[in-house]
């Protein structure tokens, strides 16, 4: 019998068409379905064992909208724009732990991931938060439009952890990047309890998904990183 709950919410996010509901769905159910219906936010519940403690998970897989609409002012109000930008900053403030999704083969995403990662140093000034950098679909590699090595800088200049993989090919590096990230946030949690507090327990070994809208100061050092 494993020993105590331990909770973590960790949030998706990345420009659209990254693979954010890819990896969240991979992760969850080891299948590659190909297309995914929609871009909100989803919520996924499920418990994992990982190094002998039950850790129950709540997974955001966000639409990230106020980030990839903040390109396209000229088609979003600032209302609207407001808003997205509040909800994002909601979902940062609730997340104990992040994965910042970029495709290789997307400059753009690439650029994306940056003004998150700003992002998220700018929320989490005070709290300490795991990140895992991933870049994503390395299986079209021909088509790569951001080496190695800026994913690695990138990461270096955030203090977080980086990986490229390709949540199409293989379940392998999609479940180790999730368990590193929770490694990280379990030795975390030994330093820092009061910021992962012991949530209620859920029903375990389930997954279930909840569809719709739901809301409304990392250190420079190095990581591992590695091309999976
Ligand atoms: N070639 C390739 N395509 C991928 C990979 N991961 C996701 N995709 C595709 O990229 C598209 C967008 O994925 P999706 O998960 O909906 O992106 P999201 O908008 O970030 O949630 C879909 O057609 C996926 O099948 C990958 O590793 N390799
Ligand atoms: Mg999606």
Redesign the pocket.
Known sequence: MSSPVFSLRILVM?D????????SVRYLTRRYL???LS?TDVLYRCAVEVETDLVTLEIL?SSCAAITNSDKATTTTPEVQDSAEQQINCQIKWSDAIIV?YSIISRASFHVARKILQKIRKIKLTTPVPIILLG??T??KHRRETSVNEGRKLSEEFGCQFYEL????SVAGVSMSFDSLIREAQALRICHPKTFPRRSRTSLLSVSKMIGAMFGKATKKKRPSLSL
């Open positions: 990345g659209v068409g990254v693979g954010k509901s890819a990896l190909g297309e995914y871009n897989d999704l994503n679909k299986d079209i390709s949540t199409a090919e």
